[in-house]
């Protein structure tokens, strides 16, 4: 399929953090500048996702409560705040996240684990806690 004929952005998660961690009345600059320097460690990740070369039309924000029903009760795809050109991958990320995020065991957890592939580190006790065996 490919990337769309259009002005469609280039998916960057980075940027959008930046500004959100940047604009965010009351963080303490201690937990502003472990955030920024989270974002410093994963801008060139997400280069190098794009560098694979394979981008192509995505929602940004493909998750269950971004699905509606039509009168005949087909879904219906909403939110297309975060349309853009990027991985194919980018889609798929939301499920597991929020299951990490929310502390819910859902259909992720019987996968195994991605192989070839390594996750940023996050630091424990910032943006997530730490799991419950780690406690």
């Given at each position: 399929?490919?990337?769309?004929?259009?002005?469609?952005?280039?998916?960057?998660p980075?940027?959008?953090?930046?500004?959100?961690?940047?604009?965010?009345?009351?963080?303490?600059?201690?937990?502003?500048?472990?955030?920024?320097?989270?974002?410093?460690?994963?801008?060139?990740?997400?280069?190098?996702?794009?560098?694979?070369?394979?981008t192509?039309?995505?929602?940004?924000?493909?998750?269950?409560?971004?699905l509606?029903?039509?009168?005949?009760g087909?879904?219906?795809?909403?939110?297309?705040?975060?349309?853009?050109?990027?991985?194919?991958?980018?889609?798929?990320?939301?499920?597991?996240?929020?299951?990490?995020?929310?502390?819910?065991?859902?259909?992720?957890?019987?996968?195994?684990?991605?192989?070839?592939?390594?996750?940023?580190?996050?630091p424990t006790?910032?943006?997530?806690?730490?799991?419950?065996?780690?406690?």
């Open positions: 399929m490919g990337a769309p004929e259009s002005a469609l952005p280039r998916w960057d980075v940027s959008y953090a930046r500004r959100r961690i940047t604009d965010a009345d009351g963080l303490p600059d201690t937990d502003r500048q472990i955030l920024l320097d989270w974002c410093d460690r994963l801008a060139p990740r997400i280069d190098a996702l794009h560098a694979q070369g394979s192509t039309l995505i929602h940004g924000d493909a998750h269950v409560g971004n509606l029903r039509d009168a005949n087909q879904p219906v795809l909403c939110d297309f705040d975060a349309t853009s050109s990027g991985p194919w991958q980018a889609d798929l990320v939301a499920v597991p996240v929020g299951e990490a995020r929310f502390k819910r065991a859902g259909p992720t957890a019987a996968l195994p684990p991605p192989t070839g592939m390594t996750s940023p580190s996050i006790g910032h943006c997530y806690a730490k799991p419950a065996s780690s406690r």
